[in-house]
């Protein structure tokens, strides 16, 4: 879509401001918009359509109680006149320096290694009795990260289609409410599968010990991981599929800090467990890569639950 600008509030002065919402002076205005426009001259300017100029409304804070003050019925109706008055022309383009610009790539890099330091989690937390459930553990979450990457981008084309065709910023954020939990669950169950089908493999080549080795597959391969590190595994999952959605969505930054986040307290706890400083329940196979990337995640989700409902992070 190519880009568009706006001018708004016709000859007004540059100076002009508009007076807050519960200024008695905006309700005998003669036309409150035109003020409204005044005040978000920059908002209008940017804006390529009225679901942008809502949010943006809402952002300020002129949300459905102050609306009324400005003779309309929702804040959707009000971005609506503002965006039918601003007359559109084009944006000359900005000159760019010929030559190539490796862009990114440090960032790149960054996220890469973060990522590569979340899926080793499981190895490097591992007690010396679990290396190789750990280590299995730990291989199968790699084609999970392509599909977290994969259900990231599905996440972006549907609201991206969704800006196009709600009918306002409500009706927007309502289709979208389902939209992050789908994406994440069909990430968890491609990590669920590529775990049980690593854990088959080992079994196969090794078998445990125990009666459980012959009572058949499914049963050695359930058991070969402990419950607490099947708990690991998804809350693993749940944490590279946000961080996927945060990229996809402009907020590459968290989605690295909170990868970062994960890898240093996985570092921490197996540090405080090597100094006798955690208790018993450390030993437990799965334990610390459960509870250093539940932090993260507990961090980054609300954000990606934010940046889901907000139509500006699908331009």
Known sequence: MGRMTARCGGDEPADRRARPPDDPG???????????????RGLCERAVDSLEIAAGLEEAGIGAALV?????????????????????????PVPVAPGPRPVGWRHRFGVLAGLLGALLLPLATAPPGALGTALTLAV???????????????????GRGQVRSAATAAEFRARMRPVLPVALGLQL??????????????TAL????????HAGL????????????WYGQAVLGLLVGTAAVLRRLGRAGLALAGLLVADGAGLLLVALREGGLLGGWADVPGALAALAAGVAAAVLLPAAWAATGRPGAFG
């Open 26 to 40: 905006a309700r005998g205005s003669a036309d409150p918009v035109r003020e409204l426009m005044a005040a978000h």
């Open 68 to 92: 009324g003050r400005y003779r309309h019925a929702d804040v959707f109706a009000l971005a609506d006149e503002l965006f039918a008055r601003v007359p559109r022309r084009p944006v000359e």
């Open 140 to 158: 199968a979450g790699w084609p999970a990260a392509g599909a977290a990457d994969r259900a990231a981008r599905w996440l972006r084309r549907t």
């Open 189 to 202: 169950a491609v990590l669920a599968l590529t775990s049980f089908i690593a854990l088959a493999v080992l």
């Open 206 to 213: 090794v078998p445990p010990p125990g009666p459980v080795s």
């Open 218 to 229: 499914l049963p050695a391969v359930v058991q070969r991981a402990g419950a607490v590190q």
